[in-house]
């Protein structure tokens, strides 16, 4: 049954920690460029998404207790804190939650917005992957050792998560990467770099 709940809470907490963070963006973009003609390049996004980010860890992952990351999951179940088969189960409820939120974007954002919704950009490949490795793993690693902080577990987990996507321009989060690709359908190196790499990370930080 705690199983089960868990699962639920993938679904229901990823669908909504992806739909906020990208309806914040596109609030932000409609709100810079208003007449939305090009060229166009807005700023505020990534200081919206930041915000939404920290907000949604301090009041939805860390109280709750879900992971909404693939690469957090996988770091658990390396640790030995759930089994390979519930990481399965909570890693395909992360991507159909995903699917869901954005699924819902789609309709409810108006269409001349669509065009800034896209997956992550690789550039160089090797790079990215590498980057995606890293920053993985330092932030899985940083989760798993978290309850050192106490009451201010949530508050720190938030801190360091906004500040690595700041520094390195990471996502840190499969489901994150997916959550782009879907609504753009587009998934041009997804699986490679922010999906294989990402889950390295979080399997050595286990």
Do not use: W
Not at 5 to 33: D, H, P, T
Not at 48 to 56: E, G, N, R, S
Not at 176 to 188: L, P, Q, R, V
């Amino acid at each position: 049954r705690e199983n089960a709940m868990g699962v639920v809470l993938e679904l229901l907490g990823n669908g909504l920690f992806k739909g906020c963070v990208n309806a914040a963006a596109l609030l932000a973009i409609n709100s810079e460029c208003k007449d939305l003609l090009d060229p166009c390049t807005p700023e505020t996004p990534f200081y919206a998404t930041l915000l939404v980010v920290f907000t949604l860890i301090m009041v939805l992952a860390v109280p709750t207790g879900a992971h909404l990351n693939s690469a957090v999951t996988v770091g658990v179940t390396a640790a030995g804190g759930m089994s390979p088969v519930q990481a399965i189960f909570y890693i395909a409820a992360q991507l159909v939650g995903a699917a869901l939120g954005m699924a819902s974007l789609r309709m409810l954002a108006p269409e001349r917005l669509h065009r800034f919704v896209a997956p992550p950009s690789p550039g160089e490949p090797y790079q990215a992957a590498l980057l995606e490795f890293i920053f993985s793993f330092t932030n899985v690693l940083f989760a798993l050792a978290s309850d050192v902080f106490g009451k201010y577990k949530a508050l720190a987990v938030a801190v360091v998560v906004i500040t690595e996507i700041a520094l390195s321009g990471a996502s840190m989060d499969p489901t994150g990467a997916f959550a782009g690709a879907y609504f753009a359908g587009d998934y041009t190196m997804i699986f490679e770099v922010y999906f294989a790499a990402s889950m390295a990370g979080g399997a050595l930080a286990g």
